[in-house]
């Protein structure tokens, strides 16, 4: 049983295109992340939903929406991908008050 | 803003040598502070954690003192291996802070890599 797992693992895209990424968490955490790791490995985050409600909103374009349809999931929508949007995405997913979060294994994009 | 610093690697050692990996932190609060590894190919997973200063945090041989006076909590393992080799990051969350949202900061990440 994967306590935070995200699809899919590989995306490879045209520039131009609009995608998906899902994730959920099955460890009953009511805060849920969106993490972004470039080329050089080095992690921001993007976006934290508590309980369905968006708390974070880093500076990330707008083609960039998250969508929380309950507390168990968190799905990343991206619109009119581009070059530099090519990283690695981590769902992550935490307890409110305990600082620890749990990942899932990433999902590679690449636009083309 | 809170930042984390760790030091430049790759980190390159022979098999049963002593690892110490560097981490400073700035915080304007009482961070929790965590060391996380990244096999190649896969996501991060929590090594361990310090939540006060002086709190020494340890799993599977690895350790890590929160120092509140040098605002540091440097990574060590007294006989590394060679499945030990992989990425190691850093990471602060201020949850006592104004924001208390739980996010992590992370350093840049450190490249360990054991030889046999």
């Known amino acids: 049983d994967t306590a935070v797992s995200q699809t899919p693992k590989y995306l490879v895209t045209q520039m131009g295109n609009d995608k998906s990424i899902k994730c959920e968490q099955n460890?009953?955490?009511?805060?849920m992340y969106w993490y972004k790791q470039d080329s050089k490995k080095f992690l921001k985050i993007m976006f934290s939903?508590?309980?369905?409600?968006?708390?974070i909103n880093e500076t990330v374009p707008n083609r960039f929406s998250p969508k929380s349809p309950d507390k168990a999931h968190l799905n990343l929508h991206i619109n009119s991908l581009e070059l530099g949007d090519s990283a690695v995405y981590f769902c992550?997913?935490?307890?409110?008050?305990?600082?620890?979060?749990?990942f899932g294994q990433g999902t590679r994009l690449t636009v083309v | 803003g809170d930042s984390v610093t760790q030091m430049e690697g790759p980190v390159t050692l022979s098999e049963e040598a002593f690892l110490t990996i560097n981490c400073t932190y700035t915080?304007?609060?009482?961070?929790?502070l965590f060391w996380y590894v990244q096999y190649p190919g896969e996501g991060l997973q929590l090594l361990l954690k310090?939540?006060?200063?002086?709190d020494k945090g340890s799993n599977k041989g690895f350790e890590a003192t929160y120092r509140k006076e040098t605002t540091s909590f440097h990574l060590e393992k007294g006989s590394v291996q060679v499945s030990d080799s992989a990425v190691y990051f850093c990471?602060?969350?201020?949850?006592?802070?104004?924001?208390?949202?739980?996010?992590?900061?992370f350093g840049q990440g450190t490249t360990l890599q054991v030889k046999p």
């Open positions: 992550a997913s935490s307890q409110e008050g305990r600082g620890e979060a749990f």
């Open positions: 460890l009953g955490h009511d805060t």
């Open positions: 939903y508590n309980n369905k409600e968006l708390i």
């Open positions: 915080a304007t609060g009482y961070p929790s």
């Open positions: 310090a939540t006060k200063a002086d």
């Open positions: 990471a602060l969350s201020d949850l006592a802070g104004s924001s208390n949202t739980g996010k992590l900061i």
